[in-house]
Structure formats: C-alpha cells, structure tokens
C-alpha cells in the first residue's frame, strides 16, 4: 500500500488518522524486531546508545509479542546490563559519568518519522477539495497532532485546518453538555453524544499504539515457558 493510500485508509478508522498510522508503525517495528531482527547489528547499536527503550515501548513490545518474548528480552537487554555496569562501576572511580544523553528510543523516533512523513502527506492533500472532503469526513486530528500539523501547513490550509477544528469542538463540547445533563436526568435516552466522554479523549490524549493495533489472543503467555 502505497503512502497516500494509507492516508486514505486511516482517515477511514475513526481515531485521529496521525495517531492510526503511528501506532501501525509502532507495531510493525516491534513485530519485526521480535520475530526477523533480534540480531540485527543496525538495531542493537540504536539500543546501545539510547540504553534500551523506553518504559511504554518495553511494555509495548512485552504485549505484542507472543510466546518466547521473555528470552528475547533477556537477550536483548543482556549487552545493555552489562554496559551499565561498567558505566557504575566507573562512577566510584571519577564521580561522574560524563556520558552523553541518550538517543532517543529506537520505537519512539520510528513513531516520529512516521508523524513526520504522515503530516507532509496529509498537508498535501488538504491543498486540494478532494482531500479536505476526505478529511471533513474523518474524526479530524487529535490537539497534540492538529498543534504540530498546523505550523508546516499553508495559509490557505491553516484557515480550512482552524476553521474545521473549531467546528469539531463546538459540536463536542455541545455534546459533553447534553451527555452530562442526560447522566443527571436519567430519563431521557442517549442520541449520538453518548460517547462524548470516548471522543474528547481521543481528542485531547491521542490515541495510543494499544488501542490502534491489539495482539491477536486472549492470554500473554510470553511470560512464562
């Protein structure tokens, strides 16, 4: 699937399409690096320098991937251990690492370029009626991306960008008050604002890599042999 068609398709999904297709992203690279890449040299030397991943990725991978994640893991993280033990072991001697920061995690900064690519892409496309139809018709960005696709775009896509968010929240925030009034009365039935409460997470939050892309099965065996 090409570049714009994957836009096409993630506008399509009902989330913020930026936070679908970062969290596609995020799960193949985590697929890919549990089952084809554990000894790929390229791979293990980002891990070096941004000593290991980060907290939400290393949970991440522990969910997606299946029976055996644990050695994996082990062995992924083996190098890293002993690293750290010899940066330790070196603090008792001169007071101070002196080390520079870490990278970034390795899943995080594919998240980023995938951000990135997408908000080019997307930013394009809304030059041209098609796509601001296409868009109109989609749950719109999230605030975090509609802040960061703003800036880059152009005039004229920053006055449709502006004037459809404002749209969006002044429906949303007409249907958190009627959800809230219809929680109090409890005797008049829900219509389409009984998810408001969903919708302004998403918006306000984002959508993370979890709820974009779940493992298949109903137990996390991966954790034990």
Same mark, same amino acid.
């Given at each position: 699937?090409?570049?714009?068609?994957?836009?096409?398709?993630?506008?399509?999904? +009902?989330?913020?399409?930026?936070?679908?297709?970062?969290?596609?992203?995020?799960?193949?690279?985590?697929?890919?690096?549990?089952?084809?890449?554990?000894?790929?040299?390229?791979?293990?030397?980002?891990?070096?320098?941004?000593?290991?991943?980060?907290?939400?990725?290393?949970?991440?991978?522990?969910?997606?991937?299946?029976?055996?994640?644990?050695?994996?893991?082990?062995?992924?993280? /083996?190098?890293?251990?002993?690293?750290?033990?010899?940066?330790?072991?070196?603090?008792?001697?001169?007071?101070?690492?002196?080390?520079?920061?870490? /990278?970034?995690?390795?899943?995080?900064?594919?998240?980023? /370029?995938?951000? !990135?690519?997408?908000?080019?892409?997307?930013?394009?496309?809304?030059?041209? +009626?098609?796509? !601001?139809?296409?868009?109109?018709?989609?749950?719109?960005?999230?605030?975090?991306?509609?802040?960061?696709?703003? +800036?880059?775009?152009?005039?004229?896509?920053?006055?449709?960008?502006?004037?459809?968010?404002?749209?969006?929240?002044?429906?949303?925030?007409?249907?958190?008050?009627?959800?809230? !009034?219809?929680?109090?009365?409890?005797?008049?039935?829900?219509?389409?604002?009984?998810?408001?409460?969903? !919708?302004?997470?998403?918006?306000?939050?984002?959508?993370?890599?979890?709820?974009?892309?779940?493992?298949?099965?109903?137990?996390?065996?991966?954790?034990?042999?």
């Amino acid at each position: 699937m090409c570049i714009r068609d994957s836009l096409e398709d993630a506008l399509e999904q +009902g989330i913020c399409p930026l936070c679908f297709l970062a969290g596609e992203a995020e799960y193949r690279y985590l697929d890919a690096l549990l089952y084809e890449k554990m000894n790929n040299g390229a791979i293990r030397a980002a891990l070096a320098r941004s000593r290991g991943f980060c907290r939400y990725h290393t949970y991440r991978m522990i969910e997606i991937g299946g029976y055996g994640t644990n050695v994996k893991l082990a062995i992924l993280y /083996e190098d890293l251990v002993n690293a750290a033990s010899d940066e330790v072991a070196a603090l008792r001697e001169r007071g101070s690492t002196g080390e520079p920061t870490p /990278e970034l995690c390795p899943a995080c900064r594919v998240v980023a /370029e995938t951000e !990135r690519t997408y908000i080019s892409v997307l930013l394009t496309s809304l030059e041209h +009626g098609e796509g !601001r139809e296409a868009y109109r018709r989609s749950f719109g960005l999230c605030m975090p991306h509609f802040s960061r696709a703003y +800036g880059p775009a152009s005039r004229g896509t920053r006055a449709f960008l502006k004037e459809d968010q404002l749209a969006r929240l002044e429906g949303l925030a007409y249907d958190l008050g009627e959800f809230i !009034r219809k929680s109090a009365v409890k005797d008049e039935a829900f219509g389409d604002e009984r998810d408001a409460w969903q !919708r302004v997470i998403h918006l306000y939050a984002g959508t993370p890599g979890e709820m974009v892309r779940k493992p298949v099965r109903d137990q996390h065996p991966h954790l034990t042999r």
